[in-house]
């Protein structure tokens, strides 16, 4: 198949249906992990299986009721979620695997069924604590630009197929591999920078039934998602694209399930304080790099601030006072002589000055005037 009907037509990587039409032109679901070695799936403990109307997809825990997938793979169950069951892993295919019904299926707004036109994530909600105890991966790390680094190392993982001729996978595969560049990715097919990240190779890459499933790296040794996985070649025989969790796609899925913005650590807020992490998408008629289709999103750091009061004139005590009122504590409290005689044992100056905005619990230092070596007049 040449190049451009490559870009113009990508292979969907997760659904098991589309084995039987792996060798025609239109969009295809993702495979099993090719080049993949077989895992006990506690190693991942994240992991975990969809069955849904599409066929068989992967997905991850991200909180103790809400499971990440592609959106491709439960599409047609929105309006049915009970129809969607979610399954932990279990070593042996002899034992019951523990699965939860879907409460509801939530969609991208913007997923058109195109997978080279992005959007390709979806949430699964789950009866309440379903998941608790579960470890969870954490979702994306806007905070560290690093993780999506091409040439990271990374890891791709599922149950599906180990070519593009073969069923799905008996066993749950994984494979270490890398994060690919945009431009590299651009080569194969039609490729949003914004939406979309890169990974695998020719003998190591995903294939029909891997749907859905994460894409991590490891970061100061914490397993971080990066992409989901969305779709590739139709040989499963070259790296494939992934959902990526960064940007608009993040911010979505942050406001939908906010409890995943714990994870990312700490953050350093316009006024240069630590603060915590927030993250919008509404629907807003926008333009400009922070708007998304007919959405606006935003991912940003933010910290509680407070005015600082104007002590000037106060009593050392009557300044203290003031301050604690408003959550802050005194810092250096030293005199100066006061030459004019009408700030003797009251607040000359003050260090910051009054109105400036500081996080709670700043230290505001300020100088106690003192009478001069001659009498005041």
């Given at each position: ?62 909180n103790e ?14 309006a ?10 279990q ?21 058109d ?44 993982m ?11 996978s ?13 431009s ?9 920078d914004?939406?979309?990240?890169g ?63 714990t ?71 030293t ?32 100088i ?10």
């Amino acid at each position: 198949m040449s190049a451009t009907a490559r870009k113009a037509m990508p292979r969907i990587l997760g659904v098991i249906v589309a084995v039987a039409v792996a060798t025609t032109l239109g969009p295809g679901p993702a495979h099993a992990i090719v080049g993949g070695t077989v895992v006990d799936p506690a190693a991942y403990p994240y992991f975990v299986t969809i069955a849904a109307s599409a066929g068989d997809c992967g997905g991850s825990v991200i909180n103790e009721s809400w499971v990440l997938t592609a959106a491709h793979c439960v599409t047609n169950d929105v309006a049915n979620p009970s129809f969607v069951r979610v399954a932990r892993p279990q070593a042996s295919h002899s034992v019951s695997w523990p699965s939860w019904p879907a409460q509801s299926v939530v969609v991208h707004p913007l997923w058109d069924g195109m997978p080279d036109h992005g959007h390709d994530v979806a949430l699964i909600q789950l009866p309440a604590g379903a998941v608790a105890g579960v470890p969870r991966v954490q979702v994306g790390a806007p905070w560290d630009p690093g993780a999506y680094t091409p040439g990271l190392g990374s890891t791709i993982m599922g149950y599906g197929a180990t070519a593009a001729s073969d069923p799905p996978s008996l066993g749950f595969r994984m494979t270490g591999t890398v994060l690919r560049s945009d431009s590299t990715m651009a080569q194969t097919f039609g490729w949003n920078d914004t939406l979309m990240i890169g990974a695998g190779a020719a003998g190591q890459t995903t294939c029909f039934g891997d749907s859905g499933g994460p894409l991590v790296v490891v970061r100061s040794g914490q397993i971080v998602q990066v992409g989901v996985t969305s779709f590739g070649s139709q040989g499963c025989n070259q790296a494939a694209g992934f959902a990526e969790l960064n940007g608009p796609q993040l911010a979505w899925i942050a406001t939908r399930v906010p409890s995943i913005m714990t994870a990312w650590g700490p953050c350093t807020a316009p006024t240069g304080n630590t603060g915590n992490s927030e993250a919008a998408y509404i629907a807003a008629n926008v333009s400009g790099p922070q708007a998304d289709g007919g959405y606006y999103w935003q991912i940003w750091c933010w910290a509680p601030t407070v005015p600082v009061p104007n002590l000037h004139g106060s009593t050392s005590a009557a300044a203290t006072s003031a301050l604690r009122a408003r959550g802050l504590d005194h810092g250096n409290i030293t005199s100066a002589v006061d030459t004019t005689c009408d700030y003797i044992g009251r607040v000359i100056s003050q260090s910051p000055a009054p109105g400036t905005s500081v996080a709670p619990g700043s230290a505001v230092s300020y100088i106690i005037g003192r009478q001069p070596a001659t009498a005041c007049p």
